[in-house]
């Protein structure tokens, strides 16, 4: 069955640059979230979309931003980087259920591993 | 708050003993529990998951939970465990009204020794 798709898997950067990360949710799924695992840490949502709105808001920093696109794909954008953003990032997905209710569960990608140097 | 706490931040057992992990949340409201287990290097998986209905419910690799609404807990078990499920787990929850997002336990780590 297909699974998240996450790319790249790895990513160094230096810090005050740019980094983009790509999410492809499983096919028909319509809702992204965006996770954030520090070393040691439980994941912390930080931004999630139900087609192609921003449904919900955690705590992402006002240097990240993030989209939906029509084909269901999310990019989070992050700039400014800083070595505290380094972590693994984990995109899951998941399809609304005929309610609109919490009933979505969630299928994670394999994540991409962030290092700021 | 609505919170998901996990006891044990590590739990050493030997080969073929039974375990337990143990997660409590805090809510107000509804809410439905997940277990994710995590490989190292790996993402999350998906072991099992309460939404409603019977309180006992089974998942992969022969784990099974017990969601007790009295006690908010969903304590994670197997009877009987193997080298390969030396792993971190972790406890989540969607509480009603949050939009769907995941709160998470600190997880608890999984030692199997021979």
């Known amino acids: 069955a297909a699974g998240v798709i996450q790319s790249p898997r790895h990513l160094i950067k230096e810090k005050r640059e740019t980094a983009t990360l790509k999410c492809y949710p499983i096919?028909?799924?319509?809702?992204v979230y965006w996770y954030q695992q520090g070393p040691g840490q439980d994941p912390q949502f930080l931004i999630s979309f139900y087609e192609k709105m921003q449904s919900d808001k955690g705590s992402i920093p006002d240097r990240f931003s993030a989209q939906q696109f029509s084909d269901y794909h999310s990019e989070l954008n992050m700039s400014s980087l800083e070595l505290g953003d380094s972590a693994l990032y984990f995109c899951?997905?998941?399809?609304?259920?005929?309610?609109?209710?919490?009933?979505?569960?969630?299928?994670f990608g394999p994540g991409t591993r962030l290092l700021v140097l | 708050a609505q919170s998901v706490t996990q006891l044990d931040s590590q739990v050493p057992v030997f080969e073929e003993a039974p375990v337990e992990l143990r997660c409590n949340y805090s809510?107000?409201?509804?809410?439905?529990l997940f277990w994710y287990v995590q490989y190292p290097n790996q993402g999350l998986q998906l072991l099992l998951k309460?939404?409603?209905?019977?309180?006992l419910v089974k998942g992969i690799n022969g784990f099974e939970a017990e969601f007790n609404k009295s006690q908010t807990s969903f304590h994670l078990r197997k009877p009987s465990v193997h080298i390969s499920d030396t792993a971190e787990y972790f406890c989540a929850a969607q509480f009603s009204g949050g939009y769907n997002k995941l709160i998470f336990g600190a997880g608890t780590r999984l030692a199997v020794h021979p």
């Open positions: 809510s107000s409201v509804s809410v439905y």
């Open positions: 096919p028909r799924h319509d809702t």
């Open positions: 309460y939404l409603s209905g019977s309180t």
């Open positions: 899951a997905s998941s399809a609304s259920g005929t309610s609109g209710g919490t009933q979505e569960t969630q299928y």
